[in-house]
């Protein structure tokens, strides 16, 4: 039998939901490669407390708790998962596979591994061919929740909501109200509505908010029973949150997934863009049945998304399959929401199939060039520097790339790094006439004063009476603890200074006094 070992690494990745998409990522691996089996292997990290070192905040009962109930039931979504394995000492783990399609991520390494769990890395597999995953429901979990609904629903539509209800980005939790208000306006003679607590809040005092209504706990404890429910449900409600992936890669299950009523680190609209989700499509193949939208939930808005699909439902429309939209529509969209990594990965498909590459390539550049003019603008440094260090890496000649970067790194402080720009724009031939005195500026503030001493001076020789540069000389000596000269620049200065601007004069006369004084 041809297994596919995955490993889903702790060292990298955490201890959520994020362990389906994974999971999602090698089912599609598995079809792709023609392989029997997937051998699913959890890795504690050997630093911190065995998991993921930013999550040291999260309590390690509270980590165990996930890697109990959700990562180590995971392979049961997957019915060619044959088992999870946890890897509690991670320098025992040897592999031994037959070959390099048999390991995933592919090229794995227990040493230095990657995270590979981001659900745009399904966009990518899905645009190279790969078959899209899919989620099953055991037999044994289906029978269980039929015996539970049998006397609860009695023939009504079953609708759960899922809450989140976490102390961790607590921002990013449900808006209960809302949710309550709306399972009170459904028709209860229709519908059954039946809340789902988060696995972390099932033992915490229940919410009274939601005790008049059914309540199905099991579902917090097990992945298994979870995923059975929603697979039964007439609807399944819920805001973007970890348990989405059992629908989302579910495609019998009807859902509609919101965004939480506050923003958090997550769920911001530019920080979904990035990983695919706009209002014009989602980074998963969905059916008409399926929705995921941005709107964030309240009452309004959960009312009008639901009875949108229930009135498609009850036409006796066959839902309809979405399709992958074209890699040229990915490349752009990726570019435009600043996920500069992932669109590089798009652009490298598209030179692979595409009989005129170079229209993609000059495309590419001509919009991260515009990107990063936009973002500079807007104060965005962070993406505005992304943009220009992929050019700058397809593009090491072009100046004036050299140029912009050098302008952000010292808004940044990032002095190392703008020194290292100057050196590399030096060694291609750019004129740094007008930038020396930033050069130098910059090599004194790193201590490297020979260096820094003969920018400054190359510059004055050109621009003698530049006051920026007499204040960065008069720096320089004083740095270099050589009172006299400091005294003289000052003084030079101070005569270059109009008489009108008191506020400059009167700082540098205190300054030549002090000095004087010593």
């Not at 700058?392 to 100046?399: A, F, N």
């Not at 004083?478 to 200074?497: C, F, I």
Request: glycine share 4%; aromatic share 10%.
């Amino acid at each position: 039998m041809n297994v596919l070992s995955a490993y889903y690494d702790l060292k990298v990745s955490p201890t959520t939901y994020d362990v389906t998409t994974f999971l999602a990522l090698a089912e599609m691996w598995r079809l792709h490669h023609n392989l029997d089996a997937i051998d699913l292997y959890i890795v504690a990290n050997d630093l911190a407390d065995g998991y993921r070192e930013n999550e040291i905040d999260t309590p390690k009962a509270k980590k165990d708790w996930m890697l109990q109930n959700v990562l180590l039931q995971t392979h049961t979504l997957v019915k060619s998962c044959r088992r999870t394995i946890f890897v509690p000492d991670r320098n025992e783990l040897t592999l031994s596979p037959n070959s390099t399609s048999q390991v995933f991520p592919e090229h794995y390494n227990v040493q230095a591994p990657k995270a590979f769990y981001l659900t745009t890395e399904i966009i990518h597999f899905g645009l190279r061919g790969f078959p899209y995953p899919k989620f099953d429901v055991t037999l044994e979990a289906a029978a269980h929740i039929d015996t539970w609904l049998k006397h609860r629903a009695n023939g009504r539509r079953l609708v759960t909501i899922t809450l989140r209800q976490s102390s961790r980005q607590p921002e990013r939790n449900s808006n209960i109200d809302s949710w309550v208000k709306f399972a009170h306006s459904l028709d209860r003679n229709l519908y059954a509505p039946v809340f789902v607590p988060d696995t972390e809040a099932l033992f915490q005092p229940l919410d009274t908010r939601i005790e008049p209504f059914e309540i199905y706990p099991f579902a917090a404890l097990s992945v298994e029973l979870r995923m059975a429910l929603y697979n039964t449900a007439y609807m399944n409600l819920l805001i973007n949150n970890g348990p989405n992936n059992l629908l989302i890669f579910n495609p019998n299950a009807r859902y509609i997934q919101f965004r939480p009523c506050r923003q958090g680190i997550n769920t911001e609209a530019e920080t979904l863009a990035q990983h695919g989700y706009t209002k014009d499509y989602n980074p998963v193949l969905r059916n008409s049945f399926q929705k995921v939208v941005l709107d964030i939930d309240e009452l309004e808005n959960i009312e009008r998304n639901f009875h949108q699909i229930v009135a498609r439902i009850d036409s006796g429309a066959a839902p309809i399959q979405d399709k992958w939209p074209q890699p040229e529509i990915w490349l752009y969209r990726f570019a435009e929401h600043s996920a500069y990594k992932d669109a590089l990965k798009v652009l490298e498909l598209l030179l692979e199939t595409s009989e005129n590459p170079g229209i993609f390539n000059r495309e590419f550049e001509t919009l991260l060039l515009q990107k990063s003019d936009e973002q500079f603008r807007e104060g965005r440094l962070g993406p505005a520097l992304q943009a220009l260090d992929i050019l700058k890496d397809r593009l090491p000649t072009h100046i004036e790339i050299g140029m912009r970067r050098i302008q952000i790194l010292l808004k940044l402080d990032r002095i190392e790094e703008m020194t290292d720009e100057f050196e590399r724009l030096n060694e291609i031939g750019a004129d740094l006439t007008q930038l020396l005195i930033v050069w130098g500026q910059g090599l004194l503030a790193t201590g490297q004063l020979v260096e820094a001493k003969s920018k400054i001076d190359t510059y004055l020789l050109h621009f003698p009476n530049d006051q920026n540069a007499l204040n960065v000389l008069a720096e320089w000596y004083k740095k270099s603890e050589d009172l006299n000269e400091y005294l003289a620049t000052l003084r030079k200065l101070l005569n270059l200074l109009p008489e009108n601007d008191s506020d400059k004069r009167n700082e540098i006369q205190t300054l030549i006094s002090s000095v004087e004084q010593i």
